[in-house]
């Protein structure tokens, strides 16, 4: 539950025993030609980018349009990785923007080869 001071927005696919193969639906050119539409557009947005457990942190200054422009990479993100889970929060005082993707062992690394 969010607490007072900050704003959390969630997303979850995360697969169930019934998923298909955790991986990217669309081929190498369809990637490319969505690059910075998709995750890997955020790597050279973010301010900062670490690895979680499951995934990776996506840290962003806060500015005008930001949290639309993510929402939208969440959602496109979900047609073709829909094993993926997101979680999107903000901190107080425009502070900065947090985007967690998750999913399965190894989507950190999925991710990055991306």
Same mark, same amino acid.
């Given at each position: 539950?969010?607490?007072? *001071?900050?704003?959390?927005?969630?997303?979850?696919?995360?697969?169930? !025993?019934?998923?298909? !193969?955790?991986? /990217?639906?669309?081929?190498? #050119?369809?990637? %490319? %030609?969505?690059? $910075?539409?998709?995750?890997?557009?955020? +790597? @050279?947005? !973010?301010?900062?980018?670490? *690895?979680?457990?499951? @995934?990776?942190?996506?840290?962003? #200054?806060?500015?005008? @349009?930001?949290?639309?422009?993510?929402?939208?990479?969440?959602?496109?993100?979900? *047609? /073709? /990785?829909? +094993?993926?889970? +997101?979680?999107?929060? $903000?901190?107080?005082? %425009?502070?900065?923007?947090?985007?967690?993707?998750?999913?399965? !062992? @190894?989507? %950190?690394?999925?991710?990055?080869?991306?």
């Amino acid at each position: 539950m969010p607490t007072p *001071d900050r704003t959390t927005i969630e997303a979850s696919t995360r697969p169930t !025993a019934v998923s298909p !193969a955790a991986t /990217c639906k669309l081929s190498p #050119e369809q990637l %490319a %030609a969505r690059r $910075t539409d998709l995750i890997p557009g955020l +790597f @050279g947005r !973010a301010e900062r980018v670490t *690895d979680l457990p499951d @995934g990776l942190r996506f840290v962003f #200054e806060n500015r005008p @349009g930001l949290i639309a422009d993510l929402a939208m990479v969440v959602e496109r993100e979900q *047609d /073709c /990785c829909s +094993f993926l889970a +997101f979680r999107l929060a $903000t901190e107080p005082n %425009a502070g900065p923007v947090t985007l967690d993707v998750t999913g399965p !062992a @190894g989507t %950190a690394e999925m991710l990055r080869k991306l």
